[in-house]
């Protein structure tokens, strides 16, 4: 009996030392919430459409969905817009603008802090240094004060300019290759400007001088004009240039520009597309025909214009931004981009007034 009790406690201690073994080391016991570290990393992305996880459906996500990344990496985008002013193509353009962003960043993926300059340099300036206060992601500056007072307040955030003529005349770069080559890029609203002296010809074939009106505080504007009157030159038709200071000198310069021309042509230009119904008030009694370098004005006091859409460039400018921020492109490489399209188009109630008959190809103006 003795043996045998002995015997029991032998492998009675055995098997408790076997069991010591088996539970030491790198045992594989497990903690009591057993979620995997890949289950947290579905959770936490359930409801995005990044191209690099499932839809909540089970289905792989559209890669060309242009909402995924954003949403993806939680990041909501602040964006500041500063407007030179309000009128309607820099409208269109800011519209343009804010619904390419929304549709590609995705609803709720970014935030506008849209700010109106009022015309004044001044303000456009305030409002460009307190964005890069607020350390937004972005900026666009919608007409050139704007683009020259965001040029002026940053050189790391990335600024997008739209509405704007010529970026080498804006920003004072001679050497210009398509790219600036610093933080900034954007879109031009430069339509083909011997295109539009084409059509002065065709709707006034018997023109004997042209008055070319504009802002002398507008470099973009003065651009215009050299490409127009070098345009003239060609076709020897005469003309002068008559320029106001601000919107006070308009009344005067306009008066006098009609009293020595036949037709008029006003460019691409922010103080005289805020001042269409001044300047209207003295052409149409007069019966002088204004030919515009862009819809807007042509809609307040001209007959007929060359246009590009201020929407679409607009538009192409969220696009830029976007491949800027969620792509990684490389803004100072990035070429101004151009309009796709021209039209023809032309003010039929004012043309009425006038007596000018619009010959086809010309669109009206809703």
Same mark, same amino acid.
């Given at each position: 009996m003795k043996k045998i009790l002995a015997l029991v406690l032998t492998c009675v201690m055995a098997v408790s030392l076997m069991a010591g073994c088996g539970n030491s080391g790198n045992g594989s016991t497990t903690a009591p919430d057993t979620k995997k570290a890949g289950d947290t990393a579905a959770a936490d992305t359930k409801g995005t459409d990044s191209p690099a996880t499932k839809a909540p459906d089970g289905e792989k996500a559209d890669p060309g969905d242009a909402k995924a990344p954003a949403a993806a990496d939680g990041k909501v985008y602040k964006i500041g817009i500063c407007q030179q002013? /309000?009128? $309607? &193509?820099? *409208?269109? $353009? =800011?519209? %343009?603008?804010? *619904?390419? @962003?929304?549709?590609l960043f995705g609803e709720g993926n970014v935030e506008f802090d849209f700010q109106?300059?009022? %015309?004044?340099?001044t303000n456009c300036a305030t409002i460009c240094n307190n964005f890069v206060a607020a350390?937004?992601?972005?900026?666009?500056?919608n007409a050139t004060t704007a683009l020259q007072c965001a040029a +002026? &307040? =940053?050189?790391?955030?990335? #600024?997008? %300019?739209?509405?704007? =003529? *010529?970026? &080498? =005349?804006?920003l004072d770069i001679n050497d210009w290759t398509g790219a600036t080559g610093t933080n900034i890029s954007g879109t031009s609203d430069l339509a083909p400007i011997d295109q539009q002296e084409i059509m002065m010809k065709e709707l006034f074939p018997d023109v004997k001088k042209v008055g070319i009106v504009y802002c002398s505080a507008e470099p973009n504007s003065a651009y215009q004009a050299q490409l127009f009157e070098e345009a003239l030159e060609k076709d020897g038709i005469a003309f002068s240039e008559f320029t106001a200071a601000d919107s006070n000198e308009i009344q005067s310069v306009v008066t006098a520009a009609i009293a020595e021309c036949d037709v008029l042509y006003i460019p691409t230009d922010n103080t005289m597309a805020a001042n269409t119904e001044i300047i209207n008030n003295i052409c149409k009694p007069a019966g002088v025909p204004i030919v515009t370098g862009e819809e807007g004005i042509c809609k307040g006091c001209g007959v007929a214009t060359l246009s590009i859409s201020y929407y679409d460039i607009g538009y192409k400018a969220g696009e830029m931004a976007y491949d800027i921020?969620?792509?990684? $492109?490389d803004i100072s490489t990035m070429e101004i981009a151009y309009a796709p399209n021209v039209a023809k188009k032309?003010? &039929?109630?004012? @043309? /009425?007034a006038l007596?000018?008959? #619009?010959? *086809? %190809?010309?669109? +009206?103006?809703e």
């Open positions: 002013l /309000e009128h $309607a &193509a820099l *409208d269109e $353009a =800011t519209k %343009g603008f804010q *619904d390419a @962003c929304t549709e109106n300059g009022q %015309g004044e340099q350390n937004v992601d972005l900026i666009l500056g +002026a &307040a =940053t050189n790391s955030i990335p #600024v997008l %300019g739209t509405s704007i =003529t *010529d970026y &080498a =005349t804006a921020l969620v792509n990684g $492109a032309y003010n &039929a109630e004012l @043309c /009425e007596g000018i008959t #619009v010959p *086809d %190809g010309y669109e +009206a103006i």
